[in-house]
């Protein structure tokens, strides 16, 4: 095994068992060639490694971070960059020329219950916007989300920002850049809410996928919960 696969799986032992916790700062480079007699070249090809599973977000002039992963006992979990999914459900539907449209039950702003905050790094006292909305295309009901966004991050977000792409409005609007995501996927029964929201029975098998986003400076800026409707196209498991 190279020197820096060395590297980069012992310090990702050390993330997973908490020797690192989440939003820790991890040693800097200096220090981390000193800690494994290894050059700075070596260095870096850990935290490539590193960064590439997900597990840590570089911050210029500040450091390197643990991210601040969500923990769901159930599915698939999977670590990955924001590729051709980058421009969301707006885009992949309107690229076929479909109408798309969001109906919003739900836009309030909220003290997050624990798990919640703990996806988001948000601390006792920080609050989010919590967004209840059904994702149309040609007025056909896709997907049911719930949506979790810190003001920390997002200040100012409005009823109509809600109505349209919320992709485009952190990336496009506020110039900031996704970067990655982690995300979970399972098969279950609709609640009755969504079942509802999408017009089928609460005994139709569907997918639900779970997925915090991160930002290129670490810091996670959405968890998603989204219920899709059987007939949409389950490859595409972009929930914007």
């Known amino acids: 095994m190279n020197k820096y696969a060395i590297v980069a799986s012992d310090l990702r032992n050390k993330i997973v068992d908490g020797t690192y916790k989440p939003g820790a700062k991890l040693p800097t480079m200096p220090q981390l060639c000193e800690m494994y007699g290894i050059s700075k070249i070596t260095v870096k090809h850990a935290m490539d490694e590193l960064e590439r599973l997900g597990l840590i977000a570089r911050r210029r002039g500040s450091g390197t971070y643990v991210k601040k992963a969500y923990s769901i006992p159930h599915g698939v979990d999977s670590a990955s960059t924001l590729s051709s999914a980058l421009g969301g459900f707006t885009a992949d539907h309107e690229s076929m020329g479909e109408q798309v449209s969001a109906e919003v039950h739900e836009f309030s702003v909220c003290q997050p219950e624990t798990r919640v905050a703990d996806a988001l790094g948000l601390g006792a006292d920080e609050y989010c916007y919590r967004i209840e909305r059904t994702l149309k295309a ?10 979790y966004i810190p003001l920390t991050v997002v200040p100012k977000l409005l009823l109509r920002d809600a109505e349209s792409s919320l992709y485009y409005y952190i990336v496009h609007t506020l110039g900031l850049k996704v970067d ?31 997925r915090v986003s991160y930002l290129d400076d670490g810091r996670a800026c959405e968890l998603s919960i989204s219920t899709h409707a059987p007939c949409s196209e389950f490859l595409n498991v972009d929930t914007r």
């Open 180 to 210: 990655s995501a982690h995300r979970r996927v399972s098969a279950i029964h609709p609640d009755e809410k969504a079942a509802k929201h999408l017009g089928i029975s609460t005994d139709t098998p569907v997918l639900k996928i779970v």
């Open 138 to 147: 040609n007025d056909k009901p896709l997907q049911d989300q719930l949506v």
